[in-house]
């Protein structure tokens, strides 16, 4: 079976200081009927539980505590959603909540690929995020993107799916320039490319390309590829993963 990583970013999760309940639905739509090909095993990576407690209530984001307050609050009422929706399948879902050092001794890992392992055996969907909670900052990836590239390599997948809210990697930012253009296959990233400044399209978005390139190059030093494609429109990934068809979006290889 092929194993794919499946992540999806804040700001395709939330709107309006709203959960973007529709969104939400496509998505567990998505990974259910790659489920149900038989042919492959998913794990979702799922950012937006600060966007989530932001609904409920409203602190002051600059510090990082209050972040960790709105993520405890966020992260139940994600999931809740992510429930009610693969119920509807017939689909057990799991929380996964991890941090940088739970991959970083081999006796750690393996405790989580055990895990990892019998979810999988036994048809859940695993659902990761960062434990931005608990941890203090030494501690976390601080985004999702590395994140989902660690859990990627770490349980063995074939393929990393970044969902972001833009659908692939262009030449350059395409909010400021207009004549910017999508690279469908990207095959080296430049060592200037991974320095370039942070650049989050949304309030709570923690990464911006960069995060998704250094997850790029992380997984192509070792030979696992990575799919980028809308969040918002989900008909470029379902062409990619259902039918083998790459359309557009950017491959990573
Ligand atoms: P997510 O919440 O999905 O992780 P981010 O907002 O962190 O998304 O990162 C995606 C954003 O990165 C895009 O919306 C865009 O504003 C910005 N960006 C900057 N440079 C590029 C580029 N060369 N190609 C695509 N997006 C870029």
Redesign the pocket.
């Known amino acids: 079976k092929k194993r794919i990583v499946i992540k999806v970013?804040?700001?395709?999760l939330t709107q309006n200081n709203e959960l973007a309940l529709e969104r939400l639905s496509n998505l567990v739509d998505l990974i259910s009927k790659l489920k149900n090909e038989k042919k492959y095993e998913l794990i979702l990576v799922s950012?937006g539980a600060v966007g989530a407690g932001n609904t409920k209530l409203q602190l002051d984001k600059t510090q990082i505590a209050n972040r960790q307050a709105l993520a405890a609050i966020g992260q139940p009422l994600l999931m809740k959603n992510y429930k009610k929706r693969f119920r509807d399948y017939g689909i057990i879902c799991a929380q996964m909540l991890l941090i940088e050092n739970d991959f970083d001794s081999r006796k750690r890992t393996k405790n989580a690929q055990k895990v990892m392992e019998i979810l999988l055996s036994n048809n859940v969907i695993p659902i990761i995020n960062e434990n931005d909670v608990i941890a203090n900052d030494e501690l976390l990836f601080g985004d999702?993107?590395q994140l989902a590239a660690h859990v990627a390599y770490y349980f063995n997948a074939d393929l990393l799916v970044?969902?972001?809210?833009?659908d692939?990697?262009?030449?350059?930012?395409?909010?400021e320039y207009e004549d910017?253009k999508m690279q469908k296959v990207v095959t080296n990233i430049e060592e200037s490319e991974l320095q370039m400044v942070h650049?989050?399209?949304?309030e709570f978005?923690?990464?911006?390309?960069v995060?998704?390139l250094k997850a790029a190059n992380f997984l192509m030093n070792r030979n696992i590829p990575m799919y980028m494609s809308s969040?918002f429109d989900l008909t470029n990934a379902y062409d990619f993963l259902l039918n083998d068809n790459h359309i557009s979006g950017t491959l990573f290889k």
């Not at 970044?162 to 833009?166: E, T, V």
């Not at 650049?199 to 949304?202: D, E, K």
């Not at 978005?205 to 390309?209: K, Q």
């Open positions: 970013g804040t700001a395709v950012s999702n993107d970044i969902l972001s809210d833009i692939g990697y262009y030449d350059k930012n395409p909010r910017a650049t989050p399209n949304s978005a923690t990464g911006g390309i995060t998704k969040g």
